[in-house]
């Protein structure tokens, strides 16, 4: 079994920052993609970015690029997401997540492993 839990949450005012932790255990991660998503209330998971553990080539949402960072440290085996320029649409319960294949990540439901979660709130 593959664990991840995120820390990091909070709130923050419009325009600032936060930084966002998972931390993987339980497995090996070589060949893993981790990766981010995002559920307001009421909405759909969305993806917000992923990263090739191994490699550390990142992907991520129009709607976060240029403002969202993601990156990993193979030692530490964790990943974060640097948020700057925090906007109120930005809120939403942000999800570490786990596969083992890159198919169709975009999608939540590709996803084989996931975090509790950790609330983000922007505030105007």
């Known amino acids: 079994q593959v664990q991840l839990v995120e820390s990091g949450g909070g709130l923050v005012q419009a325009g600032g920052s936060l930084r966002l932790s998972c931390a993987a255990s339980g497995r090996s991660f070589s060949s893993f993609y981790i990766g981010w998503f995002r559920q307001a209330p009421g909405k759909e998971r969305e993806f917000v970015a992923f990263i090739t553990w191994s490699a550390g080539s990142t992907t991520y949402a129009d709607s976060v690029k240029g403002r969202f960072t993601i990156s990993r440290d193979n030692a530490k085996n964790t990943v974060d997401l640097q948020m700057n320029s925090l906007k109120p649409e930005d809120t939403a319960v942000y999800y570490c997540?786990?596969?083992?294949?890159?198919?169709?990540?975009?999608?939540?439901?590709?996803?084989?492993?996931w975090g509790q979660g950790t609330q983000v709130t922007v505030s105007s």
């Open positions: 997540a786990g596969s083992r294949n890159n198919y169709k990540l975009y999608d939540h439901r590709s996803w084989n492993y």
